[in-house]
């Protein structure tokens, strides 16, 4: 038998020993910390969870198999648009002193071999063209293609199309304080279940979309008193809004169960951008 456990902050699945007595995990995935003893676990046999992952591995292989054909076609496309783009018209051959003239069938030939290059050249312009403006459609159909197109619409324009890159945003946080004038009452609500100010700024020079927040709140001593992961519909932003170069947007994120202690301070920071 093996035990699989499942991570609180991220939900990645591990799996150990079915005699595994550890009581403090770590998740390499988001980097949180969590007791053995209060987060999900299911024990399952050997056979049953090699066979699944053996099944989930060749799943895996055929998606990337499926992202490798797609990169190489996007980057031709890329290609041929920038060759066609650069393309300079050649200078003309000087006239011979004495040129001998050409057969009617020769002209005719040539005539029809240019105007099919011609024509597929025109096919290969369109459909990167359409590639490139419906990259919603495409991505809908298959996120896998994603990475290929952050590359592509780096050399050619994507109109609408919104990168997704965590490590953008620069994230500032801190704890909202009650007014020196309230009473007991709201200071007791503020201390039990605070409000957390944060600002994302965009760092980068393309358009981010909202990434996915760590919020961690933390005791005097810096241990962890609460830890929660929100998406950007959690924290007031459904439609997945995108934030402009240098632009950064503020938060509120409100701590739904009481704390047992006061916070000290909050740590917010973006751990990944939506899929």
Same mark, same amino acid.
């Given at each position: 038998?093996?035990?699989?456990?499942?991570?609180?902050?991220?939900?990645?699945?591990?799996?150990?020993?079915?005699?595994?007595?550890?009581?403090?995990? *770590?998740?390499?995935?988001?980097?949180?910390?969590?007791?053995?003893?209060?987060?999900?676990?299911?024990?399952?046999?050997?056979?049953?969870?090699?066979?699944?992952?053996?099944?989930?591995?060749?799943?895996? +292989?055929?998606?990337?198999?499926?992202?490798?054909?797609?990169?190489?076609?996007?980057?031709? @496309?890329?290609?041929? =648009?920038?060759?066609?783009?650069?393309?300079?018209?050649?200078?003309?051959?000087?006239?011979?002193?004495?040129?001998?003239?050409?057969?009617?069938?020769?002209?005719?030939?040539? *005539?029809?071999?240019?105007?099919?290059?011609?024509?597929?050249?025109?096919?290969?312009?369109?459909?990167?063209?359409? =590639? /490139? /403006?419906? *990259?919603?459609?495409?991505?809908?159909?298959?996120?896998?293609?994603?990475?290929?197109?952050?590359?592509?619409?780096?050399?050619?324009?994507?109109?609408?199309?919104?990168?997704?890159?965590?490590?953008?945003?620069?994230?500032?946080?801190? @704890?909202?304080?009650?007014?020196?004038?309230?009473?007991?009452?709201?200071?007791?609500?503020? !201390?039990?279940?605070?409000?957390?100010?944060? !600002?994302?700024?965009?760092?980068?020079?393309?358009?981010?979309?909202?990434?996915?927040?760590?919020?961690?709140?933390?005791?005097?001593?810096?241990?962890?008193? +609460?830890?929660?992961?929100?998406?950007?519909?959690?924290?007031?932003?459904?439609?997945?809004?995108?934030?402009?170069?240098?632009?950064?947007?503020?938060?509120?994120?409100?701590?739904?169960?009481?704390?047992?202690?006061?916070?000290?301070?909050?740590?917010?920071?973006?751990?990944?951008?939506?899929?």
């Amino acid at each position: 038998m093996a035990k699989v456990l499942r991570c609180p902050a991220c939900g990645a699945l591990w799996r150990v020993k079915d005699d595994f007595a550890a009581d403090m995990l *770590h998740c390499t995935e988001c980097q949180a910390c969590f007791s053995a003893d209060k987060t999900e676990s299911l024990s399952v046999p050997d056979e049953k969870l090699d066979a699944r992952l053996q099944q989930a591995a060749r799943r895996q +292989a055929v998606m990337q198999e499926e992202a490798r054909e797609g990169k190489a076609v996007m980057s031709r @496309i890329a290609d041929s =648009l920038t060759d066609f783009d650069a393309r300079t018209e050649a200078p003309e051959a000087p006239p011979a002193a004495e040129p001998a003239p050409r057969a009617p069938e020769s002209a005719e030939r040539s *005539h029809g071999v240019l105007w099919t290059l011609v024509t597929l050249l025109a096919l290969v312009v369109l459909s990167a063209t359409g =590639l /490139l /403006l419906g *990259h919603k459609t495409v991505l809908g159909t298959m996120p896998q293609l994603r990475p290929v197109y952050e590359e592509v619409c780096m050399k050619a324009p994507c109109p609408g199309f919104v990168w997704q890159n965590a490590a953008a945003f620069k994230v500032t946080a801190e @704890i909202e304080r009650p007014l020196e004038t309230a009473d007991d009452a709201d200071r007791e609500v503020a !201390r039990r279940l605070p409000v957390v100010t944060a !600002r994302l700024s965009n760092t980068s020079e393309l358009p981010q979309a909202l990434p996915i927040l760590e919020m961690k709140l933390l005791d005097a001593a810096g241990e962890t008193l +609460a830890q929660r992961v929100l998406e950007p519909a959690d924290y007031g932003f459904g439609g997945r809004d995108a934030v402009a170069p240098g632009a950064d947007v503020a938060v509120r994120l409100t701590v739904t169960t009481p704390l047992p202690y006061d916070a000290s301070s909050a740590v917010v920071k973006a751990v990944s951008a939506l899929q």
